[in-house]
């Protein structure tokens, strides 16, 4: 089975940081473990650049990633999948990558 990589770019809305990675960590994180095909995730915060303030790299292990994707935004806002008032959902980027060239040491 091929593996690919989720990538979400997002925002809290205004200044609301705290709440925001407290509900995407303790919350959020769990609901999309439970969506087949999704194995596995890291968060960062930006340093630089515009627009975003935050990157989650998601592992699929899943011949569909499109699919996973659909499943995500079907259960987004739903009790299986509650949304924080936290999250700037006007402003987020959700794609999927197939790995082309292995990662390499420098």
């Given at each position: ?14 200044d609301r940081d705290e709440e925001f990675n407290r509900w ?83």
């Open positions: 089975m091929p593996k690919f990589k989720m990538l979400i770019l997002s925002n809290p809305v205004g995407y960590d303790d919350v959020h994180l769990a609901d999309v473990f439970r969506v087949e095909g999704v194995t596995g995730a890291e968060r960062y915060r930006f340093r630089s650049g515009e627009g975003w303030k935050y990157l989650a790299i998601y592992e699929l292990d899943c011949d569909d990633p499109v699919a996973v994707e659909q499943k995500l935004l079907a259960l987004a806002g739903t009790d299986a999948m509650p949304l924080s008032e936290a999250f700037d959902l006007s402003h987020y980027f959700m794609g999927s990558a197939e790995v082309i060239t292995p990662f390499r040491a420098a």
